[in-house]
């Protein structure tokens, strides 16, 4: 993907409509089984149209997929069931989250903690199930389970503020084990992991009266090989860190919240760079919540003050927001977002605590938007 030539653009919203001949086309044979059961989304029926961000004539690069909220999401609905919920205006099967927090996804498979139901849940698009973990079973309870990992082997990591260390799991939710310990950590809220498992990150946000806002590095084995930053303003210092990522390339990027910016680092925890500030502009941020990056370096941040979430390159330049705020639970429109996971695929997964779903966001291939410009054009 060409990310110089994004720039944030307007954006519109709708309802949900997935082209599967394009899908086909373009070769993306995960977002089929995904998308398939996608637009059967609990409360995400009618259908009105793609859901394009920018919005054309500009060259789209998003397009509004799914909704996850619960069984449903897996399966697609008979038209006789489409019709009865269009009448009914509700879903026979209700929402399974009381307030998501963070987000992982790979391959298939989409892992999201629930902070106030103290578990994790799984959407398995391969097998088109959906499994809880962290409920039951020596060692591997949940207490208050915050940020998520996931590796190439789809284990899953999750910081557990309760517990005060990493907990880990395989890809069906059976506990594995655990990093850290209540020693290490006084709030961990961030878990990255790289694609082979060997090297584990996990933020500390200390709190209001500790001075361990950082970032601590495990090896795959659970051994800690660095700590870095203390609480402060400077570079590679840290005020209320939320969420940690780790890019293609090794960079480590840190949302810290407090200091509305986004830190870059090495894999060994070396300051590279830092962008951001507070502020009402496209690019700054208000209230940071979430940090994924792409398969392209480029950072995903989600704000909840705009409940939108912005994309940054390497650098730091802003090329695109998307997302939008509103009293209605529509596709793309947030009301507080939270934890946010980019697949090896391009698409994008959004938590949204109050409207209690996982938004997803398909990337739209260069052909495939010369297309729609096009058409557009020709309506025109």
């Given at each position: 993907m060409n990310s110089g030539a994004w720039m944030p653009r307007s954006y519109i919203r709708g309802e949900c409509q997935v082209s599967l001949h394009r899908l086909f086309r373009t070769g993306f044979m995960l977002a089929v089984l995904g998308l398939l059961a996608a637009c059967s989304a609990s409360a995400v029926i009618e259908e009105?149209?793609?859901?394009y961000w920018p919005k054309p004539p500009e060259q789209p690069r998003f397009v509004y997929a799914a909704s996850l909220r619960n069984e449903n999401s897996l399966k697609p609905l008979s038209a006789a069931e489409k019709m009865r919920f269009r009448i009914s205006g509700y879903a026979e099967k209700k929402e399974i989250f009381m307030k998501p927090f963070g987000v992982a996804a790979h391959n298939g498979s989409v892992a999201v903690t629930d902070t106030v139901l103290r578990r994790g849940y799984i959407f398995n698009f391969w097998r088109k199930k959906l499994y809880s973990f962290g409920v039951v079973g020596p060692g591997g309870v949940l207490v208050k389970p915050m940020g998520v990992a996931?590796?190439?082997?789809?284990?899953?990591?999750?910081?557990?503020?309760?517990?005060?260390?990493?907990?880990?799991?395989?890809?069906?939710?059976?506990?594995?084990?655990?990093?850290?310990?209540k020693e290490d950590f006084d709030r961990p809220v961030g878990v990255a992991v790289t694609g082979d498992g060997s090297r584990i990150y996990v933020i500390d946000a200390g709190g209001i009266d500790s001075q361990r806002h950082r970032l601590v590095i495990y090896g795959?084995?659970?051994?800690?090989?660095?700590?870095?930053?203390?609480?402060?303003?400077?570079?590679?210092?840290?005020?209320?860190?939320?969420?940690?990522?780790?890019?293609?390339?090794?960079?480590?990027?840190?949302?810290?919240?407090?200091?509305?910016?986004?830190?870059?680092?090495?894999?060994?925890?070396?300051?590279?760079?830092?962008?951001?500030?507070?502020?009402?502009?496209?690019?700054?941020?208000?209230?940071?919540?979430?940090?994924?990056v792409d398969s392209d370096g480029n950072v995903y941040v989600t704000d909840a003050a705009y409940r939108n979430f912005q994309i940054f390159n390497p650098q730091g330049q802003l090329l695109l927001s998307i997302g939008g705020?509103?009293?209605?639970?529509?596709?793309?429109?947030?009301?507080?977002?939270?934890?946010?996971?980019?697949?090896?695929?391009?698409?994008?997964?959004?938590?949204?605590?109050?409207?209690?779903?996982?938004?997803?966001?398909?990337?739209?291939?260069?052909?495939?938007?010369?297309?729609?410009?096009?058409?557009?054009?020709?309506?025109?």
């Open positions: 009105s149209g793609p859901i996931m590796d190439e082997q789809q284990n899953i990591y999750v910081a557990d503020i309760g517990m005060r260390k990493v907990l880990i799991y395989d890809a069906m939710g059976m506990y594995l084990r655990s990093v850290g310990n795959g084995d659970g051994q800690q090989l660095a700590i870095v930053g203390k609480r402060g303003g400077g570079a590679g210092e840290f005020n209320l860190p939320t969420h940690v990522a780790v890019a293609p390339d090794g960079t480590v990027y840190v949302l810290d919240g407090g200091n509305f910016r986004i830190q870059a680092f090495t894999p060994d925890g070396e300051h590279l760079r830092s962008w951001g500030k507070v502020g009402r502009n496209f690019g700054d941020l208000a209230r940071p919540r979430g940090l994924a705020g509103g009293l209605e639970d529509k596709p793309g429109q947030f009301a507080l977002p939270a934890g946010i996971a980019v697949d090896e695929r391009g698409f994008v997964y959004v938590v949204d605590q109050l409207f209690m779903k996982v938004d997803v966001f398909r990337r739209v291939p260069e052909q495939e938007a010369v297309e729609i410009m096009a058409t557009e054009a020709a309506y025109r």
